[in-house]
């Protein structure tokens, strides 16, 4: 299964962006996708999950400003991200994995960079 994540970029506070990861290869066999993100010097933490079934995670400090959502047709994966915060700035890695488990996402595509200036 390959990933490759698109639309990050720069971004305002209080500003919005979207990703998008699209999933190729073995795609049919994806349960679970997320998005991880890392920032410099810090651990890197999972941002949402969602099932193949709709099922959805969120880490608290997203809660109400993110949407996680997919289109299985397309095998594609987004993130929409609102009322963005200078501390929202990392790398976001698209993942997935192959069972529901949202801490089972073993592949992870190589990342794009939203920054988000104060």
């Known amino acids: 299964v390959q990933l490759e994540e698109s639309g990050g970029g720069l971004a305002q506070a209080g500003g919005s962006l979207t990703l998008s990861c699209a999933a190729r290869?073995?795609?049919?066999?994806?349960?679970?996708m997320g998005w991880y993100r890392q920032a410099p010097g810090k651990e890197r933490e999972l941002v949402a999950a969602i099932s193949r079934g709709g099922r959805k995670y969120y880490v608290s400090s997203v809660q109400g400003r993110f949407a996680i959502s997919r289109d299985n047709t397309k095998n594609t994966l987004y993130l929409q991200m609102g009322s963005l915060k200078p501390e929202d700035t990392a790398m976001y890695y698209c993942?997935?994995?192959?069972?529901?488990?949202?801490?089972?996402?073993?592949?992870r595509g190589k990342g794009t960079l939203v920054t988000v200036s104060s």
């Open positions: 290869g073995s795609a049919f066999s994806i349960k679970a």
């Open positions: 993942a997935a994995g192959q069972s529901d488990y949202f801490y089972g996402l073993d592949y």
